[in-house]
């Protein structure tokens, strides 16, 4: 069964086909490299965050420096450079809440995805009737007690 893909090529081919250890040292290495769905998304989620914090950090402190050399040349230029670079850091901070929301809604999707089986027991006509309220509504009250 594990060599069923290299059979069907084989047959194909009208070949023998010898698996080496080389092959299936891959395939072990392939186990290996699979992860949970939940560890890859905790990891992106710090990755992400740890990224927009640092990016946060590094452009407050090129805010100081741009004002610095804003207030000392007291260039028009350099107050623009400054305005943009306080723009960006708020953006970032807008990035660093959305990624914290999307982390969250992802959260609530496996805890909604949960599946509950019922079962009804009765007559296949007293389940249309609960399905379908107009079809029963619309019978006389004989009708449903002869049925």
């Known amino acids: 069964m594990e060599n069923e893909p290299f059979e069907n090529i084989s047959k194909a081919l009208d070949v023998r086909f010898e698996p080496t250890s080389e092959i ?3 395939r072990e ?11 890859i998304l905790a ?15 590094t452009g407050k402190q090129a805010v100081d420096g741009i004002m610095k050399v804003a207030i000392e040349s007291d260039s028009p230029r350099a ?6 670079l306080i723009k960006t850091i708020s953006e970032l901070n807008k ?3 959305v990624v914290h929301e999307k982390s969250e809604n992802i959260q609530k999707e496996k805890v909604t995805n949960i599946t509950n089986n019922s079962i009804y027991v009765g007559s296949t006509t007293d389940l249309q009737n609960l399905i379908n309220k107009a079809r029963s509504n ?5 009708e449903l007690t002869s049925e």
């Open 24 to 26: 299936q040292a891959k």
């Open 29 to 39: 290495a392939f186990k290996h490299i699979k992860r949970d769905r939940e560890e």
């Open 43 to 57: 990891n992106d989620f710090n990755h992400a965050r740890d990224n927009i914090k640092e990016l946060i950090e």
């Open 79 to 84: 107050y623009e450079v400054a305005s943009l």
């Open 95 to 97: 990035d660093l809440m």
């Open 138 to 142: 619309q019978k006389e009250p004989d």
